[in-house]
């Protein structure tokens, strides 16, 4: 079933677990992400992202928003479990104008980059454009680094010698959180989009989640975190207990999908093959198998 984002996130804070938030750019990952979602009986957001979008970047090669955007309302509709249908990464109002149409209920408005002044007032605004849509939105604090398998427009690698110098720092969550009102708060506390630095361990700042969960204490405003791929899986479960209650995961599910290609393209050499079957089997069960092992750590300590 359809529902939005804002009712959802409230039982997870009841019951103390992260609602996964995956995006579905072609239709192979939405079969596998809600097939997951349903398999474990648990509820599921599904992202659209703007820098996904073809319009964005023609060379990139994916669906564009209103082409997929109808078929993540069907399978949202007629799934057995709630689902969302969220908007990741917004970072123009033309686009967010786009989405409300196509039927998004939940944007992601990220303004991460500018300065806090000007995050927190672009961010307020548009909060106070959209919630009388019932529009749920999502704003970030402290811009968080990128390290992309590909390039994805807008995510240029970042400095990964010190993540420190992206984390969110709790006074200014608390300045954001009460002053934009937002519905999801995605914070910076030591994770990366895309991947880590090659060689290199998660380490997530969970006293830093703690006080800033602390110091937010609007309830209604719930913690996210992005760029879960690689993370250790004690560190994650910590970090929803700390207090994280959305996570945004993606790039080890999709990367995932290449190994086993590969795989059966070599087991098969020589034979002629369907593209078809790559993409709606053998990608499709590998994405669910990534999706399916990401939401049951996000669940691991549901009570
Ligand atoms: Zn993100």
Do not use: W
């Not at 239709?27 to 398999?39: H, M, Q």
């Not at 954001?176 to 290199?200: K, L, P, Q």
């Not at 999709?254 to 086993?260: L, Q």
């Amino acid at each position: 079933m359809l529902v939005n984002m804002k009712e959802m996130l409230k039982d997870a804070e009841l019951h103390n677990y992260a609602i996964g938030s995956l995006n579905t750019p072609n239709l192979e990952t939405l079969r596998a992400v809600i097939d997951a979602a349903e398999e474990l009986g648990c509820p599921i957001i599904i992202n659209h992202a703007q820098g996904h979008d073809s319009i964005c970047d023609p060379e990139y090669g994916v669906v564009a928003m209103e082409d997929i955007a109808p078929l993540m309302k069907v399978f949202a509709e007629r799934a057995k479990v709630p689902v969302a249908m969220h908007i990741d990464h917004a970072l123009d109002d033309a686009f967010t104008r786009r989405a409300i149409r196509a039927g998004f209920t939940s944007i992601m408005y990220d303004r991460s980059t500018l300065p806090l002044e000007q995050n927190i007032a672009l961010t307020k605004k548009f909060v106070d454009d959209v919630a009388p849509l019932g529009i749920t939105v999502e704003g970030e604090i402290g811009a968080m680094p990128n390290n992309m398998p590909t390039c994805v427009p807008g995510q240029e690698a970042s400095d990964l010698s010190d993540l420190s110098v992206y984390y969110t720092k709790p006074e200014e969550a608390k300045k954001f959180a009460e002053e934009t009102n937002v519905d999801v708060m995605t914070v910076s506390i030591g994770t990366v989009h895309g991947m880590y630095m090659a060689g290199v361990k998660s380490d997530l700042q969970i006293d830093l989640i703690k006080d800033i969960r602390a110091a937010v204490t609007n309830e209604n405003i719930h913690l996210g975190m992005h760029g879960c791929s690689g993370t250790e899986h004690d560190q994650v479960v910590a970090a929803v207990n700390a207090g994280i209650k959305k996570i945004n995961y993606f790039t080890a599910m999709d990367t995932c999908v290449t190994e086993a290609i590969k795989d059966f393209i070599k087991e098969h050499e020589g034979r002629p093959m369907n593209y078809s079957v790559l993409a709606s089997k053998i990608a499709y069960e590998e994405l669910k198998k990534g999706a399916k092992k990401a939401l049951s750590m996000f669940m691991e300590c549901k009570r």
